[in-house]
């Protein structure tokens, strides 16, 4: 069974710093991995999608990474901003991709 | 291009009763997947269909259920609410291929009283 773990569980940062959020998951057997933010009360927001076949991602300040082999991923958030605050939720789709495993988040607060 | 569209947003029920919730996916999507959302689970997956024929399904008792009609439109159903069954439940829909991964609506927030 996938389990996946998000660390840290919440972070609190000035604005203006460069931040990493991880991931770990215990079946390296995926086929794709995807980082979501959630802001309180709403749906989940799709910030960045990995295949397995990649290492990584980037968009505007993202930047997300895959090690298959050692079961992580990371999200980079360079220059972060009060409007980055949020919870940001990792995912991973087992191999027939019709099911995503969670972790729990990384509640995040850029202090200005 | 429209999104995920989750009716209704909120709903407050009674226990013992039941609830359908409904789930329109972003056009040309096939697949379509449920997910509830509870402070002490965290998103936990229901069960998702493709072509109108259920694919997956998570570990979750009979009393939920869904299905999927023709035009991709998903329902899912659930009934004898308990209050335990308070929860956000999340519809996300993907392309056939998975390639694109998934879209999430806005969700539906049930509480049962």
């Known amino acids: 069974k996938q389990e996946v773990t998000q660390i840290p569980a919440a972070l609190s940062v000035p604005e203006g710093e460069n931040l990493v959020l991880n991931c770990s998951f215990t079946d390296s057997a995926i086929y794709n991995l995807q980082w979501f933010r959630q802001d309180p009360g709403k749906g989940l927001t799709s910030l960045l999608l990995i295949q397995s076949s990649q290492r990584e991602q980037t968009s505007g300040r993202l930047n997300a990474s895959l090690d298959k082999s050692s079961g992580r991923s990371t999200l980079y958030i360079a220059a972060s901003q009060p409007g980055d605050s949020a919870t940001y939720l990792c995912?991973?789709?087992?191999?027939?991709?019709?099911?995503?495993?969670f972790g729990e988040g990384t509640q995040l607060t850029v202090n200005p | 291009k429209a999104g995920v569209t989750q009716t209704p947003r909120y709903l407050i029920k009674t226990r013992g009763q039941q609830v359908t919730l409904s789930c329109s996916p972003i056009s040309g999507h096939r697949s379509v997947s449920w997910y509830q959302q509870t402070p002490g689970q965290g998103l936990q997956f229901l069960f998702e269909?493709?072509?109108?024929?259920?694919?997956n399904k998570g570990n979750f008792p009979g009393r939920f259920s869904g299905r999927q009609f023709s035009n991709s439109r998903s329902e899912m159903n659930v009934s004898t609410l308990e209050l335990g069954d308070s929860a956000l439940y999340l519809c996300a829909s993907s392309s056939r291929a998975f390639n694109y991964g998934y879209t999430f609506g806005s969700g539906t927030r049930l509480t049962v009283v």
């Open positions: 269909y493709f072509s109108e024929t259920q694919r």
């Open positions: 995912a991973v789709g087992e191999t027939s991709g019709s099911r995503l495993t």
